[in-house]
């Protein structure tokens, strides 16, 4: 059974940086595309920005400049570090690991706010 366990969330004033991280039990992060995804309530879950087995890198629009993701392929581990957070970052994010067609993991999420 695959787990992947994020953590880093909170409160944050605008302006303000948070870290995320997702730890990934098992055996499949190392041929695993990681990624990280967020959704608010009645919207659809949307892509952050996701990492290749190769470390190439893609990111949405409104977080490109501000967020960078990296993996630690030694600690199984994915990494989301958050700069001049906005309000509209506010959004519980997931971790997940997909291999297509294979499978396609998900986190339980963690939330992230950012108010003054």
């Keep these: 059974q ?4 994020e953590s880093g969330g909170g409160l944050v004033q605008p302006g303000g940086s948070l870290r995320l ?3 990934a039990s098992g055996s499949i992060f190392r041929i ?3 990624g990280w995804y967020r959704q608010s309530p009645g919207k659809e879950r949307e892509l952050v920005a996701d990492i290749t087995t190769s470390g ?3 990111y949405a629009d409104s977080v ?3 967020f960078t993701i990296s993996r630690d392929n030694g600690k199984n581990t994915v990494y989301l570090q958050m700069n001049s957070l906005k309000a509209e970052d506010t959004d519980v994010y997931y971790c997940n690991a997909f291999n297509s067609p294979y499978y396609n993991y998900w986190g339980q999420g963690t939330q992230v706010t950012v108010s003054s």
Excluded at 2 to 5: A, D, H, P, S
Aim: with cysteine; proline share 0%.
């Design 2 to 5: 695959v787990q992947l366990v």
């Design 32 to 34: 695993s595309t990681m």
């Design 56 to 58: 190439s890198t893609n």
């Design 64 to 66: 490109k400049g501000r």
């Design 21 to 23: 991280s997702c730890a």
